[in-house]
Nanobody, 120 residues
Framework: QLQASGGGLVQAGGSLRLSCAAS????????TGWVRQAPGKERQFVGS????????YYASSVEGRFTITRGNSKNTVYLQMDSLKPEDTAVYYC???????????????WGQGTQVTVSS
């Protein structure tokens, strides 16, 4: 089970940190990622981190502004979002893949979404 939290309303240029806490499985061995969906748009891959936490992958639209890290327990993953833009407004979902490294939208496990709204 994945539980995302940390969403909210922020002004453009601001920052937010989302958390994804995993329970009930060996998620420390899985790749974990973030996917977002804006109103009226398709889901978009945001980024992911491999099982060991030693490599990350990002969509070009967030590269250099967003950072994904794993907590010490490796059952928590964070999405630090800096220099936020209005176009980052979306529901953000954390997700996990049973693969050790994964980039895409076909994750195996999904958490509930958390709303991020960036005002201009």
């Amino acid at each position: 089970q994945l539980q995302a939290s940390g969403g909210g309303l922020v002004q453009a240029g601001g920052s937010l940190r989302l958390s994804c806490a995993a329970s009930g499985g060996t998620f420390s061995n899985y790749a974990t990622g973030w996917v977002r969906q804006a109103p009226g748009k398709e889901r978009q891959f945001v980024g992911s981190i491999i099982w060991s936490g030693t490599a990350t992958y990002y969509a070009s639209s967030v590269e250099g502004r967003f950072t994904i890290t794993r907590g010490n327990s490796k059952n928590t993953v964070y999405l630090q979002m800096d220099s936020l833009k209005p176009e980052d407004t979306a529901v953000y979902y954390c997700a996990a893949s049973t693969q050790k490294m994964y980039v895409g939208l076909q994750f195996d496990y999904w958490g509930q979404g958390t709303q991020v709204t960036v005002s201009s």
